[in-house]
């Protein structure tokens, strides 16, 4: 995601996510990973019928008897306890007061036979699928699920707001298995709280005509009867579906290499601009850590209470958002693809991880296009002292400020805690790693990073262990200083 935030008075806005492409053939990629089956029926009450089979081979270790799924709309009930907004972005996500969104599973069944399921979680945000019979390690099982999604009024990842409809986080997805668990993080209002595995999708999406819809994956045909038009939709290999609709969207687009980069857009006089500036990530980004393997990339215009937001083939940019600002959202947002998309994390627990070196992808996207006139080293200068004017306001307010980087969501303080350490702090620490080991050493270690992590989810140490790699020197203990809080950030001249 993209937070913009202002440092308090005195401060600007600061920077605060065939199948062959490339030489990644989906077609072999997607062969060993889950399969979801998707039946999409919009209503005009914003309502969504959804209907799922998820075809799921048990990847892990351990005998399973339950298959748990995260709801992340559960967030958007009333009285939720992990609410999708912190109370100070409430007032600028609700437009027209609160709104609540829920999803109801109305029956669960398992290779085609009816069984019980049960709701867990602070907010009943855990759906948990028990098995016939239990699922030994590399085994297959289909669960189907029907539901209904109540769609709330608010400009959100999941929410319809006065331009468009946001539909992401609204399914039913599988949780991820981690030593032989279920990994089962709640929703909370800072970042991203969303972890998964690359799976294939292929949805059908029935919408009223008078709406464009812009989507993860590839749209392959349409069928329009009377006010209603479907949609066939294929994405392989990818963490995550999504799907904005609008009926004001215009699109834009260009072809890069493999890639077709679309721009849904709506009020927008500098669209050619706005599209290039994808057409520039994406090639920019292609050429310094490796090539993106699908063939849409789609940049897409919306309310939005923040900046913008990642998902696979997609990102969301903010209507409110304008300027140079508009465009460093694409860049970041495009940056995601790679540090998000293709190599996955846990962005509950590492929130760092994808949004520092998205936040540093930035600064090597300016150093490589110099034509977009934002000087890197004084963005990282001032950066830097953002940070800066950021510990000593926050020392002189709380007596001390926690500085460490290795939390989860739920372990931040205060919003701006979350957002100072993971994106601000996370930028420094990449420029850091550039200057300690060498620009040109980091950039091919995060190619090999890329290379060797494509579709699968990593921690914090794989990353260090590619750098000591590449570089050959040891570089747990500096790297720990920064995510510990250990290391003193100066004011920069
Ligand atoms: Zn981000």
Redesign the pocket.
């Known amino acids: ?3 913009l935030f202002a440092v308090f008075a005195m401060c600007v806005l600061v920077l ?2 065939c199948a062959k492409n490339g030489d990644v053939n989906l077609d072999k990629v997607s062969k060993n990973l889950n399969t979801y089956t998707m039946n999409l029926i919009y209503n005009d009450d914003h309502t969504l019928n959804g209907s799922q089979t998820l075809r799921y081979t048990n990847n892990s270790d351990t005998n399973l008897k339950t298959i748990c799924f995260h709801l992340y709309p559960k967030a958007f009930t009333k009285g939720a306890v992990n609410k999708p907004v912190s109370s100070t972005n409430e007032t600028k996500a609700y437009p027209n007061g609160p709104s609540y969104g829920d999803i109801d599973i109305i029956s669960a069944s398992i290779n085609g036979e009816r069984t019980e399921f049960n709701l867990s979680g602070l907010d009943n945000n855990i759906l948990t699928v028990g098995l016939l019979e239990e699922l030994e390690p590399c085994d297959k099982v289909t669960i189907s699920l029907e539901y209904k999604v109540y769609v709330p009024n608010i400009n959100h990842r999941f929410g319809y707001g006065d331009n468009a409809v946001n539909m992401a986080n609204f399914y039913p997805v599988v949780a991820v298995i981690e030593d032989g668990e279920f990994v089962l993080d709640p929703y909370n209002s800072n970042g ?1 709280p969303f972890y998964s595995e690359c799976s294939n999708y292929d949805v059908t999406l029935t919408i009223p005509t008078s709406y464009k819809v812009a989507s993860t994956g590839v749209q392959t045909n349409s069928t329009t009867l009377e006010d209603n038009t479907t949609y066939t939709i294929n994405a392989k290999a990818v963490r995550d579906f999504a799907f904005v609709m609008s009926e004001k969207f215009e699109v834009a687009s260009e072809q890069v290499e493999d890639t077709t980069v679309l721009y849904y857009y709506y009020d927008d006089e500098d669209y050619k601009s706005n599209l290039q500036a994808g057409v520039d990530a994406l090639n920019t980004f292609n050429r310094l850590f490796g090539k993106y393997p699908y063939s849409t990339l789609s940049v897409v215009k919306t309310n939005f209470v923040h ?4 998902y696979p083939n997609m990102v969301y940019i903010s209507d409110v958002v304008e300027g140079a600002d508009y465009t460093n959202v694409i860049i ?2 495009i ?2 693809q790679w540090w ?1 998309g293709v190599v996955g994390s846990n962005a509950f627990r590492f929130p760092w991880l ?2 520092g070196l ?2 540093y992808s930035c600064v090597l996207f300016y150093q490589e296009n110099p034509d977009y006139n934002v000087d890197p080293v004084e963005l990282v200068k001032n950066t830097n002292n953002s940070f800066v004017t950021f510990v000593d306001l926050y020392t002189d307010v709380l007596g001390k400020v926690d500085t460490s980087m290795n939390r989860s969501l739920d372990e931040y303080n205060t919003e701006p805690e979350y957002v100072y350490m993971t ?1 601000v702090k996370g930028m420094l620490l990449f420029d850091n790693i550039a200057e300690v080991v060498g620009r040109d050493k980091l950039i091919s270690t995060l190619k090999t990073y890329y290379a060797e992590n494509m579709f699968t989810n990593v921690t914090p140490e794989i990353l260090v262990s590619a750098l000591e790699k590449v570089t050959g020197r040891e570089l747990v203990s500096y790297i720990n200083t920064w995510l510990e809080g250990k290391c003193v950030i100066v004011t920069m001249d």
């Open positions: 995601m993209k937070r605060c996510g991203d900046g913008g937001m990642e970041h947002e940056a995601h998000y994808d949004e998205t936040e994106y």
